[in-house]
């Protein structure tokens, strides 16, 4: 019991750094990277990009270290499937921490640009419209399809076990569904990338992940079989 108790504790902490440290780095320091003239203002704001790298490293390794920690627990009721979710989340954990490299690579660009005097017509531009690209291509999808993957699997042994309560297993499916869904109209154009639209279909997992830390933190999982 008391080590159920530690690893639902310490799960609760991981979705809390999975999520809280990212958003405040973006909110914070963010708007560089998305200036129109982000290839000079990023050299001028180093201090605050270094901080969103570092908030993107934090969430990569939580939400790896999120997959480790449910393995023993899921692994009581589907040792596949427990494989699986951890599988999916150190993938996304893997990417995120892919996508804080490549937010240096974009700071060094940066810098490199400002020091040949900001060039108008250069390779640099080009370059950094394909990171810039690529970034969001990410951020949009590849590490999104892991999580959701791994998330879902979890979320379904939670929900048939009750190892939370199930409207939190009901939530997070249906926070999962519409972060898809926002996430593919990111991807093809449809929603701004990061916009405003966009993050309204996030908010209802990122909320959900919130409550759920929460309840495992304060109460941990609850015995199979108990009342939802």
């Known amino acids: 019991m008391n080590a159920s108790r530690t690893n639902a504790r310490i799960t609760g902490v991981l979705f809390i750094l999975g999520t809280v440290p990212p958003m405040l780095a973006t909110m914070l320091w963010g708007g560089a990277l998305a200036s129109p003239g982000y290839l000079t203002e990023m050299a001028a704001h180093s201090a605050e990009i270094l901080g969103t790298a570092l908030g993107a490293l934090v969430m990569g390794l939580a939400c790896a270290g999120i997959g480790l920690s449910l393995y023993p627990v899921l692994k009581r009721h589907s040792e596949g499937q427990a494989l699986a979710a951890a599988g999916f989340r150190v993938m996304e954990g893997t990417i995120q921490i892919v996508s ?16 040949a005097g900001s060039p108008p017509d250069s390779f640099f531009q080009p ?11 990410v951020l949009n999808g590849a590490f999104l399809f892991p999580w959701c993957i791994g998330a879902c699997i979890y979320y379904r042994i939670f929900y048939k ?5 199930r409207w939190l297993s009901v939530w997070g499916l249906v926070g ?9 109209a990111g991807m093809f154009g449809v929603l701004d990338s990061f916009s405003a ?9 990122l909320v959900q992940e919130m409550v759920l830390a929460v ?10 079989g108990s009342a939802t």
């Open 100 to 115: 804080a490299i490549s937010i240096i690579a974009f700071l060094a660009l940066s810098r490199e640009f400002v020091k």
């Open 127 to 137: 370059l950094a419209a394909a990171i810039k690209s690529v970034r969001e291509w």
């Open 161 to 165: 076990t009750r190892l939370v309560p």
């Open 176 to 184: 999962l569904a519409l972060m898809l869904a926002g996430a593919f």
């Open 197 to 205: 639209g966009q993050f309204f279909f996030m908010m209802p997992i």
């Open 215 to 224: 309840w495992l933190i304060a109460k941990g999982y609850r015995e199979e």
